[in-house]
Every structure is written in C-alpha cells, then in structure tokens.
C-alpha cells in the first residue's frame, strides 16, 4: 500500500486546486467502482485505501482557497498579497508576495550581491497572526552596470512567507513592502498592501503558490554539506580569499552559487571543472568589529528546478598546499 499511496501523492503535487477540484467527482465515483471490485478481488484494497487517504488529505486544501489583495501599482512593476485561507486547527499560514516586473526590470534577493537594495516587509499591523518570515525563491545573477553583479529576479516571481496563526478570529494582513526594481538606473519603493477576509479569490493562487515553494532551495544540514562542498584557503591574496568545489549532478550553464556572511563577499562564476563538479572562487572582507572572522556562512548553490542551501565554516581555514 505504500507505494500506491507513493504514487497517488506524486500525482497530487502536480495538479492546482482546480485540477484537483474537478477530480473530486471523478474520484467518488471511482470509489464505489473500486468498492465493487472488492468483493471480487482482494487485490484492490491498498489502491482504494491510497484513494481514500489521497482525498482526505487534499479536504483542508479544497475548502480553503486562497484570496489576493488589489494590485500596488507602479509604472515599473506590480505587487500584491497572497493567502491560503487557514482551514479550521491550521496554525501555520502561508502566502506570498506576488512581484509582476515590466519588461528589463529585475529586483532583488535577500542579499542583493555587490549593489542593491533587498526586500524588507513590516507586517507590524496585521492581526491574527506572529512569526512571520519571508522566503526566498533560487535567484539569478545579472551585471549592476558598475562592473559587478547582483542577485536577484528578471521576471515575474512569487516570494513565499509563512506565519504562525494567533487565536481563532479572522487574519487580516497590513504589509509595508520596502524593495527596489531596477532597468538602467535603480529605483527604491514603497507598497502598502492590505489583505483583509473576502478578498478576490482564486484557484489560481493556490497552483501559484505551490510552484514558488517548490522552488525555494532545500535546506541540508551541515553533514551532508561536507559531502558536496570541498574548501579550500587561496594562499598569498590580498584579502581572504576562497575556492570552493561543489558536487552537484547534472550539465546546466545557469548553475550559480551565493554566499552570505558577517561581512561581504564577491562571488565569481562558477565554471565546470568535470561532470557533477562546479568550481567558485569568493573574495571576502570580514564585517567591522568581529576581529577578522566571518561567522556561520550561507552557501545557496544550484539552479531555479535543483537549489539547496547550508552552512559552512572558511575561518581558519588552511591554505591550499
């Protein structure tokens, strides 16, 4: 029955609340067919119970829904809010930040790179929830035009968040959005965005969301790090400097990688030395006041459909023989 109940739950990642809305019928009806065939054949239990099992689970989804604020307007770009409606004992909300950019305009990640301006989302007036945190979407690397390169979005993305829900009463989400697009010159922003119950809803949300959660890198711990990374000290540069060696299947002339730390860091290109091996070098200068040292450091490696993200320790390293 596992692999049945697998196989049935694979199938139902990829379909949207629509999808799944009109399989809902079909489903019932199948339900008594395969009921029917138990009476014959032993052998269909572990598909009707998957189907059971499949159904329940997708209940809270398909009473929820989701709704959206009014779009915040801007000549370069649009934004707005997005909620799965909590189904009733969910603590955990989730939702996301929809970002629709004209054309050649790109805005920013979580750390912009070498110029740029990251998002930053003040929900201190929303009521019914706490916790919130916003998440981040595997970014692109593009030129600032001032010979470096930040990291970022060149088209339409959705940055997920999450919260925690507080008491039973309705949520209603009040969000100062903070961000910067940019086209030839860099332009700061502000959004009031305002989500309040029976807001515009659709199924297309819920697909929407799904799809940017899938591409939010998958967070390894700091054993498995050490399988896929190899760090090396360069010896002899002028400021501390580092080549990394990342193991990471597949061929894909988008494979990036980011590195964030107390302090700064210049990450160069990756280049692929051999099949599943990508090499980077990062040039780093430690933050004022923590004595030369970097800290916990953030590597985001990966493409948009393969991402992952952990943590790695450069300080005192040794240098390369």
């Not at 086209?183 to 697909?207: F, H, N, R």
């Not at 990471?248 to 988008?254: I, S, T, V, Y």
């Amino acid at each position: 029955m596992a692999t049945s109940f697998a196989s049935v739950a694979n199938i139902a990642k990829r379909l949207s609340g629509r999808e799944i809305g009109r399989i809902v019928n079909f489903s019932i009806t199948r339900m008594l067919v395969v009921f029917e065939r138990l009476n014959r054949n032993i052998g269909d239990m572990p598909a009707f119970l998957a189907l059971v099992l499949l159904l329940v689970s997708l209940a809270p989804s398909l009473a929820a829904g989701a709704r959206a604020s009014a779009w915040a307007e801007f000549r370069e770009v649009r934004v707005r809010l997005l909620m799965l409606e909590a189904a009733p004992g969910d603590t955990i909300i989730r939702g996301g930040i929809g970002i629709r950019l004209q054309p050649d305009y790109k805005t920013y990640w979580r750390s912009p790179g070498d110029s740029g301006v990251p998002p930053v989302a003040d929900l201190s007036g929303s009521e019914g929830i706490a916790g919130f945190e916003l998440l981040f979407p595997f970014p692109s690397r593009f030129d600032d035009g001032a010979g470096g390169h930040s990291w970022g979005y060149k088209r339409d993305i959705i940055l997920p968040f999450t919260a925690r829900r507080e008491g039973n009463g309705p949520i209603r989400l009040k969000m100062k959005l903070d961000f910067a697009v940019c086209g030839t010159m860099c332009i700061p922003l502000t959004a009031d965005l305002k989500l309040d119950p029976g807001q515009l809803q659709s199924d297309d949300i819920v697909a929407s969301l799904q799809r940017a959660h899938e591409r939010l890198p998958r967070v390894i711990p700091s054993a498995d790090m050490m399988k896929k990374i190899v760090t090396r000290r360069v010896p002899g540069a002028e400021k501390p400097s580092f080549e990394i060696e990342i193991r990471h299947d597949g061929e894909d002339p988008d494979f990036a990688v980011f590195a964030e730390a107390k302090g700064y860091f210049h990450v160069g290109d990756a280049v692929q030395k051999s099949p599943g091996i990508y090499r980077v070098k990062l040039m780093g200068r430690p933050a004022p006041g923590t004595g030369g040292k970097f800290g916990p450091v953030r590597l985001t490696f990966g493409t948009k459909n393969s991402a992952y993200e952990g943590v790695i320790d450069l300080d005192g390293l040794p240098a390369a023989p």
